[in-house]
T-cell receptor, first 117, second 116 residues
Framework: AQKVTQAQTEISVVEKEDVTLDCVYETRDTTYYLFWYKQPPSGELVFLIRRNSFDEQNEISGRYSWNFQKSTSSFNFTITASQVVDSAVYFCALSEKVNTGFQKLVFGTGTRLLVSP | NAGVTQTPKFRVLKTGQSMTLLCAQDMNHEYMYWYRQDPGMGLRLIHYSVGEGTTAKGEVPDGYNVSRLKKQNFLLGLESAAPSQTSVYFC???????????????FGPGTRLTVL
């Protein structure tokens, strides 16, 4: 079965530090998608990025960047120059094919990031 | 657009009581999902629906029932609540995509349920 491992339960940094959140996945599918979601203290889940298994290019969006490495089954997320507003729980997720052709998401257990001033 | 909305936001039940959580989306999404979030366990899929009138079991379906009578609504029912069902419940929806494409899910704000 598909599995997503976020080994870092909690990370604490001081504002302006760079921080990397790790995500390692296991899948039997040849085509799959990886996602990152952010859950701020208010509780909602905010979509950050989707990456398909055919595209190994790294992506940068402002202070956020993602490193997808198929060889190590990893999809790591880096925040550059962290800010207090980045404090949240971050979830990595992996798509999983279901027999009917439908795909569903398998989530990791999340990494809580605390950014202090 | 309101996106995905959930009713109620908070609820406290006694063991054995029943209740229904309502999820509504105005994005004309085909797929809808119910998850529960527990500390240290991430989100786990309870049930999902690939279209109006269809439902299927997810990872942790026991103790829950669902219905999707209208495309925009997905109801989650607890017939006889148990303390183990104390959790935060999230509804989500997404567009249909061809087999080798998968769209992101849009989540509701969550419902915090406590069963005493």
């Amino acid at each position: 079965a598909q599995k997503v491992t976020q080994a870092q339960t909690e990370i604490s940094v001081v504002e302006k530090e760079d921080v990397t959140l790790d995500c390692v996945y296991e899948t039997r599918d040849t085509t799959y998608y990886l996602f990152w979601y952010k859950q701020p203290p208010s509780g909602e889940l905010v979509f950050l990025i989707r990456r398909n298994s055919f595209d190994e290019q790294n992506e940068i969006s402002g202070r956020y960047s993602w490193n997808f490495q198929k060889s190590t089954s990893s999809f790591n997320f880096t925040i550059t120059a962290s800010q207090v507003v980045d404090s949240a729980v971050y979830f990595c997720a992996l798509s999983e094919k279901v027999n009917t052709g439908f795909q569903k998401l398998v989530f990791g257990t999340g990494t809580r990031l605390l950014v202090s001033p | 657009n309101a996106g995905v909305t959930q009713t109620p936001k908070f609820r406290v039940l006694k063991t054995g009581q029943s209740m229904t959580l309502l999820c509504a989306q105005d994005m004309n999404h085909e797929y809808m999902y119910w998850y529960r979030q527990d500390p240290g366990m991430g989100l786990r899929l309870i049930h999902y629906s690939v279209g109006e009138g269809t439902t299927a079991k997810g990872e942790v379906p026991d103790g829950y029932n669902v219905s999707r009578l209208k495309k925009q609504n997905f109801l989650l029912g607890l017939e006889s609540a148990a303390p183990s069902q104390t959790s935060v419940y999230f509804c989500a929806s997404s567009y249909w995509g061809p087999e080798y494409y998968y769209n992101e899910q849009f989540f509701g704000p969550g419902t915090r349920l406590t069963v005493l």
